[in-house]
């Protein structure tokens, strides 16, 4: 088990443009976070997914973010015609829902950095 | 609805001396509540939870917390700070039922600078 692993690590993109992120879970996990820091703050949730399906969206989450989670395994995280202010740490968690008392922690990836310029 | 204030965004102490971290939490439901350590460009790492089982939970890294309803706090201690320990903390609260999205509220984060 090698953790939650994102890519790109680092991405800069000029305003306008598109991007897509990814995150690979922990292999067993079946639910997946996504969260975004700026500099100076704590996260803030954006949207998760048990297995497949995308069960809550954040009202930070803007038409022009998009979120799948085809197989229930991996998940991508686009973002449409960039904004400086979307320039964030996206970071990805995965957790093990065990039966319906309990979930294990989030476990987070390292992050992917975006510079929009 | 649930929030988390952390006291302090910046909290310097000696080697040697006792780390406190301030967390306190508004939350109508029974709260999950977490500590978590993110050191500079690497992500968070958890250090301690609280699940509504022993109100005083021991972490990684000789660091521990209380959960104490009456005062709705959850302060992060350690005995003796070491130069490792500087890193930035952040608090977290979440819903207990697993029905309900888990997802992590989080307050704003105290950057802790341990001194020689």
């Known amino acids: 088990d090698t953790g939650v692993s994102q890519n790109p690590r680092h991405k800069i993109t000029k305003r306008g443009q598109n991007v897509t992120f990814r995150c690979d879970p922990i292999s067993e996990h079946n639910r997946l976070y996504w969260y975004r820091q700026t500099l100076g703050q704590g996260p803030e949730f954006l949207t998760y997914?048990?297995?497949?399906?995308?069960?809550?969206k954040s009202r930070l989450l803007s038409d022009r973010f998009s979120a799948e989670r085809p197989k229930g395994s991996f998940s991508t995280l686009e973002i449409q015609r960039t904004e400086q202010g979307d320039s964030a740490m996206y970071l990805c968690?995965?957790?093990?829902?065990?039966?319906?008392?309990?979930?294990?922690?989030?476990?987070f990836g390292p992050g992917t950095r975006l510079t929009v310029t | 609805a649930q929030s988390v204030t952390q006291l302090g965004s910046h909290v310097s102490v000696s080697e040697g001396a006792l780390v406190l971290l301030r967390c306190n939490y508004s939350s109508s439901v029974p709260p999950y509540l977490f500590w978590y350590v993110q050191y500079p460009n690497q992500g968070l790492q958890l250090l301690l939870k609280?699940?509504?089982?022993a109100t005083l939970v021991k972490g990684i890294n000789g660091f521990e917390a209380e959960f104490k309803k009456s005062e709705t706090s959850f302060h992060l201690t350690k005995p003796s700070a070491h130069m490792s320990d500087a890193a930035e903390y952040f608090c977290?609260?979440?819903?207990?039922?697993?029905?309900?999205?888990?997802?992590?509220?989080w307050g704003l984060g105290t950057s802790l600078a341990v001194n020689p």
């Open positions: 997914f048990q297995n497949e399906a995308q069960l809550e």
């Open positions: 977290a609260v979440s819903g207990v039922n697993a029905g309900n999205n888990r997802k992590l509220i």
């Open positions: 609280y699940t509504s089982a």
């Open positions: 968690a995965s957790s093990l829902l065990i039966n319906w008392q309990g979930e294990g922690e989030q476990y």
